[in-house]
């Protein structure tokens, strides 16, 4: 991939050889041991102690501080994981992926060259995850006090990024990281999460331009950082511990929207971990 590199970020040692095959840039995260042939998040300028809390968000802060500005110019920096895998293709949808790939076929469907769709674009997002679609079961389960509370959102067209990060995330703790963003985006933030009912998918993406992926990190570090100050880091349960990641998630989507040309490309699920790659 002469046109890109491409950053493969894994918890794992063993996923290595998979990567190198790839032609990906193998990244280690948090207190795992790696050999050599791994960037680690825990060298240099560094959060890493951080990783449970902020998931792919410590690498994208060790990169930050140590290497984008010696990248090379004019080249795709993407990064993906050994769980969600960027597609080849745009002719399937995300969802028709996930039902599609095997351990058989993972390799025809893979990203492994930068598509010419994406010529006229600084910035590829993750297709957008739809959070809207609530089957009463769900909102019985997770929802019911939210919903009585508020009974325009058992309307379809109600239902908004705020409800969900609410129901999974923690009642009002969205609304109350907003109002630590700097002003220019306090309020875009506000109405993205109360009109919008998608955002892009696993904090991911591809950027041709330095000072873009520059531009965003800096935003969202201010802004993770200042969260860290309200609700530190005794934060129990999967959905509370990676806090600052789920914050994260709903601001790329805003941010990359809001100040780039961008458009959206599939990314499937595939657990590298659980299930061996044949190459």
Same mark, same amino acid.
């Given at each position: 991939m002469h046109n890109s590199k491409i950053y493969c970020m894994c918890l794992h040692d063993h996923h290595l050889e998979n990567i190198k095959k790839l032609k990906y840039v193998p990244v280690g995260l948090g207190k795992n041991n790696f050999s050599k042939e791994w960037l680690s998040d825990n060298t240099g300028l560094n959060i890493s102690e951080k990783n449970s809390y902020y998931g792919e968000y410590t690498f994208y802060y060790w990169l930050w501080k140590n290497t984008l500005q010696s990248l090379n110019e004019n080249i795709w920096i !993407?990064?993906?994981g050994y769980r969600y895998h960027w597609s080849n293709t745009n002719k399937l949808s %995300? #969802?028709? /992926?996930? *039902? #599609?790939i095997n351990q058989k076929n993972f390799q025809n469907y893979i990203l492994k060259e930068i598509p010419n769709e994406? #010529?006229?674009y600084d910035v590829i997002l993750g297709e957008e995850i739809f959070i809207d679609n609530w089957k009463l079961s769900k909102i019985i389960k997770h929802a019911?006090?939210?919903?009585? *509370?508020?009974? #325009?959102?058992?309307?379809?067209k109600n239902r908004n990024i705020k409800l969900h990060f609410d129901v999974f995330h923690g009642e009002g703790i969205l609304d109350k990281a907003?109002? /630590?963003?700097?002003?220019?985006d306090r309020n875009d933030f506000k109405d993205?999460?109360? *009109?919008?009912n998608s955002f892009n998918r696993e904090n991911l993406f591809f950027c041709k331009s330095k000072k873009i992926i520059h531009n965003y990190f800096y935003s969202v570090f201010e802004w993770l950082f200042k969260c860290e100050e309200l609700f530190g880091f005794n934060l129990? !349960? $999967? %959905?509370?511990?990676? /806090? $600052?990641?789920? /914050?994260?998630?709903r601001y790329i989507s805003f941010w990359f929207q809001k100040y780039t040309n961008y458009t959206t490309w599939p990314i499937?699920?595939?657990?590298t971990n659980k299930n061996k790659i044949v190459l």
């Open positions: !993407g990064f993906t %995300s #969802k028709q /992926l996930n *039902k #599609k994406w #010529k006229d019911k006090k939210i919903f009585l *509370k508020n009974p #325009k959102y058992f309307l379809k907003i109002n /630590l963003l700097n002003p220019i993205f999460v109360n *009109k919008r129990d !349960g $999967y %959905s509370k511990q990676r /806090l $600052y990641a789920f /914050l994260a998630e499937f699920f595939y657990d």
